[in-house]
């Protein structure tokens, strides 16, 4: 969690409003990854970045949903217009290595969306 | 295609008792498998990782899972639970190191006292 910042962590919005998420991970790294948790659920890929690029956005709503990444540090994610369906987490991740070469997935706190 | 089934929604043990969270994969290749655990309005945290160097696996807080091929499975255990491992604990797979991971639906671990 200590290598990623996300805000807000808390966003409650109307139907049909507009919202957007921002990720900072402390230190660069290429790989970023935007994910879905929906109550009771497991969290879900939403769309994977290396560097500006996106490697994998198959799972991202592309009607509502859109997301950049910007020199490849910070992202967004931005809804327009939520519906009451994505009350949800929305989890950033990003992947380092350790020790040994491994590289793995780390999240960071989330921010936690209520459409009313 | 690639999927995590995680037997058991909600698991409930005494504290000092074995920990057992249950995990199925299908994989068409070799498959990366993790372990996170989610503690309440938090994000995840990584207890372990299988990438095929060992069948089993040592993670952080006691933790260990083993994986079994011939089964295609990765059970968490631990061997006396304690309070602080009340949490929300999720099975992953992934293709390849940095490749999407695809989660089970999660296991509710509580420990009475």
């Known amino acids: 969690e200590a290598g990623v910042a996300q805000s807000p962590r808390y966003k409650i919005i109307e139907k049909r409003q507009s919202v957007a998420f921002w990720c900072n991970p402390i230190s660069g790294h290429a790989t970023l990854y935007w994910y879905q948790q929906i109550l009771g659920q497991g969290p879900k890929l939403l769309i994977q970045?290396?560097?500006?690029?996106?490697?994998?956005d198959s799972q991202l709503p592309k009607d509502r949903f859109s997301a950049e990444r910007l020199k490849g540090v910070d992202s967004t994610l931005k809804i327009q217009p939520a519906k009451l369906e994505d009350s949800a987490v929305y989890l950033c991740?990003?992947?380092?290595?350790?020790?040994?070469?491994?590289?793995?997935?780390?999240f960071g706190p989330g921010t936690r969306l209520l459409v009313l | 295609a690639q999927s995590v089934t995680q037997l058991g929604s909600h698991v409930s043990v005494s504290e000092g008792a074995l920990v057992l969270l249950r995990c199925n994969y299908s994989s068409s290749v070799p498959p990366y498998l993790f372990w996170y655990v989610q503690y309440p309005n938090q994000g995840l945290q990584l207890l372990l990782k299988y990438t095929s160097a060992a069948t089993l696996v040592k993670g952080i807080n006691g933790f260990e899972a083993e994986f079994k091929k011939s089964e295609t499975s990765f059970h968490l255990t631990k061997p006396s639970a304690h309070m602080s491992d009340a949490a929300e604990y999720f099975c992953?797979?992934?293709?390849?190191?940095?490749?999407?991971?695809?989660f089970g639906q999660g296991t509710e671990l509580s420990v009475k006292p």
């Open positions: 991740a990003y992947l380092h290595g350790t020790v040994g070469g491994q590289e793995t997935q780390y």
């Open positions: 970045f290396q560097n500006n690029g996106v490697v994998d």
């Open positions: 992953a797979v992934s293709k390849n190191q940095g490749g999407k991971l695809i």
